[in-house]
């Protein structure tokens, strides 16, 4: 069994950055696949980023502003978002699998943190 609890969400202005953090109890990041989705309101869940095995994948719609990162020692995945956008409001979620491969789509998961909200005003 994996908790997964995420961090760092908040208010920021356009153009600002937030750092979310996701910290896992119960089994290491090293075995996992990590992914962050977020959803917005009234709009499904979608893919943001993920890291497996060394190996990262980025949503279109953030790659080269957002970087996913881990922490083995605090086994701990981050998410550094940069040049935030309006658009990029939403709860943020973290995610695992219980396999090494990740997957862009949120049913491929099994576990799952609460979510943390980001807002970015214009």
């Known amino acids: 069994q994996v908790q997964l609890v995420e961090s760092g969400g908040g208010l920021v202005q356009a153009g600002g950055s937030l750092r979310l953090s996701c910290t896992a109890s119960?089994?290491?990041?090293?075995?996992?696949?990590v992914g962050w989705f977020r959803q917005a309101p009234g709009k499904e869940r979608e893919f943001v980023a993920a890291?497996?095995?060394?190996?990262?994948s980025y949503a279109n719609s953030v790659k080269g502003r957002f970087t996913i990162s881990r922490d083995n020692a605090a086994n701990t995945v981050y998410l550094q978002m940069n040049s935030l956008k309006p658009e990029d409001t939403a709860v943020y979620y973290c995610?695992?699998?219980?396999?090494?491969?990740?997957?862009?789509?949120?049913?491929?998961?099994?576990?799952w943190g609460q979510g943390t909200q980001v807002t970015v005003s214009s």
């Open positions: 119960g089994r290491t990041f090293r075995s996992v696949a």
């Open positions: 995610a695992a699998r219980k396999i090494i491969y990740y997957s862009l789509s949120p049913k491929d998961y099994d576990y």
């Open positions: 890291w497996s095995n060394g190996i990262t």
